[in-house]
């Protein structure tokens, strides 16, 4: 049998990392098997469903690479795989149903389901077990399955092993609501069916969804799907991953520079792992070692400390110096609100390697380089305080009148001028240096200092070292930031 798998998010919201989790582990088994990666558009909730969070979803999976074969965007042989446009399929699965007895019209109100739960509860019992087929039939409301009481509903879980519902704890599950919309269970299993889906792989929050699945896709004469459910991810404190720990939208990675392969890496590792040591691994090994029964069923932890030092490792050490010059332009352009020329293109390849040793995420870059782009900087408060100390003046001047004879102005050069200074002032290199880094970068973190300078130019070095001067000689903090 061909592996034929599917995920099918909901577009009520931007893609979670939690889905694109579960997309990945799909997207990996199917090339590992040879199968077929499926998109479908859960949107049968229309009210919620925007077209933009639709985008957001297929952006996002294609940022990651999880190219899909079927669905949503690319078509196949089965027609729409959105299901607002196959509510009239659902309705007919559901009536059939009707007509065969597995399903039945309910027409009580919710006053009276209510009170059969408080019955159940006063009594100890599951809620479900009283939400039964009524002695009355009813015309019109909503369409209910009838789980057979006979027997429990018994699978074999890729991930958890066999897991056993009794059918006490499974109520009569509504299929169709009374506008005729299908819910969730009905269309999410018809679609399966109907697309021929060998394995579910998703999250274990839709465990207890899977009897009523099975029972579905059995009452529609078809064999269900093998069932796999992907361990919760959760936050470093134990908690199940929510906002309070941090972005939880794929986007906002996105949008904050983290690499798309180390994005990729950093989530096959969520419930998996390429072997007892590798933490850093290409797609294709990943593609090659992938095997659904080696996910684990322990909660995974979502750890951004951890996703930042993997990041800051890719961006270090599997990135030429041209292509993290290439892919952090667009952000140190939306960093600085505008594009750059040329020359200041040139002026960033100068230091970019210095600047790719120092990011973890492509964001960080334009603070970084900052002073080589814009006229006027603003100081950094506590750099400024902690370096510009009584010395500093002379330091500045003594700077200004050495940089203004190097030549030629290279980083070798302004280096071998600043050292001769270190050594004939006789200060070190933290009290010689800082105040000349604070004065051109505003800021005493920066890439090294000489080629900064180098890459900076002569003409804005001096103009900022007099610049710093004026403002010490002043003792104002008009410039402060
Ligand atoms: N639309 C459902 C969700 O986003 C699909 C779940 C499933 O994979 O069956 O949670």
């Not at 294709?284 to 080696?294: M, R, T, W």
Request: glycine residues 8%; proline residues 5%; hydrophobic residues 40%.
């Amino acid at each position: 049998m061909s592996v034929r798998v599917r995920i099918a998010p909901s577009p009520t919201g931007y893609l979670h990392v939690g889905n694109a989790r579960a997309a990945l582990f799909n997207w990996l088994f199917a090339r590992h098997e040879g199968g077929t990666f499926i998109l479908r558009i859960d949107d049968t909730d229309v009210a919620r469903s925007d077209p933009e969070f639709e985008r957001d979803i297929l952006d996002g999976l294609r940022w990651l690479g999880l190219d899909w074969d079927e669905g949503v965007g690319v078509g196949g042989p089965h027609g729409s795989y959105r299901q607002s446009d196959r509510f009239d399929r659902y309705r007919q699965v559901a009536e059939d149903l009707v007509a065969t007895g597995r399903a039945y019209l309910d027409d009580r109100s919710p006053e009276e389901l209510d009170e059969l739960r408080r019955r159940a509860q006063k009594e100890g019992k599951h809620p479900g077990f009283y939400i039964r087929r009524p002695d009355r039939e009813a015309t019109s409301g909503v369409i209910r399955f009838s789980v057979p009481q006979d027997a429990p509903v018994t699978f074999d879980d890729v991930v958890r092993g066999e897991m056993t519902f009794s059918p006490e704890v499974v109520d009569d599950f509504v299929i169709l609501r009374s506008d005729g919309t299908p819910t969730y269970h009905l269309a999410s299993t018809v679609d399966d069916v109907d697309y021929e889906i060998s394995h579910v792989v998703r999250g274990e929050d839709l465990l207890s969804s899977t009897p009523k699945h099975i029972l579905l896709a059995r009452a529609m004469g078809a064999v269900p799907a093998t069932y796999a459910h992907l361990p919760l991810l959760f936050g470093p404190d134990g908690k199940k991953l929510s906002k309070r720990h941090g972005d939880t939208a794929l986007r906002s990675y996105r949008e904050a520079g983290y690499l798309p392969e180390a994005m990729f890496n950093y989530l096959a590792l969520l419930g998996w792992s390429l072997d007892a040591e590798t933490t850093i691994f290409s797609r294709q090994a990943a593609v090659e070692a992938f095997e659904l029964s080696s996910v684990s069923k322990n909660p995974a932890i979502f750890d951004r400390d951890k996703l930042d030092w993997m990041n800051g490792e890719y961006i270090r050490t599997r990135l030429t110096t041209d292509e993290f010059a290439a892919r952090a332009r667009p952000f140190l352009e939306r960093g600085l609100t505008r594009g750059l020329t040329a020359d200041e293109w040139a002026r960033f390849c100068e230091v970019a390697a210095l600047v790719q040793e120092r990011v973890k995420v492509l964001s960080e870059v334009v603070d970084q380089v900052r002073f080589l782009f814009e006229d006027e900087i603003g100081y950094d408060e506590r750099s400024w305080s902690k370096v510009m100390k009584p010395g500093a003046e002379q330091v500045l001047e003594e700077a200004a009148r050495r940089l203004e004879a190097v030549d030629p102005w290279d980083s070798e050069s302004i280096e071998a001028a600043l050292r001769a200074m270190l050594a004939d002032l006789e200060v070190g290199a933290r009290k010689g240096l800082q105040p000349i880094r604070v004065a051109v970068t505003g800021s005493s973190v920066s890439p090294p200092l000489f080629e900064s300078l180098a890459a900076l130019g002569r003409d804005r070095t001096l103009a900022r070292l007099q610049e710093a001067r004026r403002r010490l000689a002043s003792g104002s903090d008009d410039t402060l930031r």
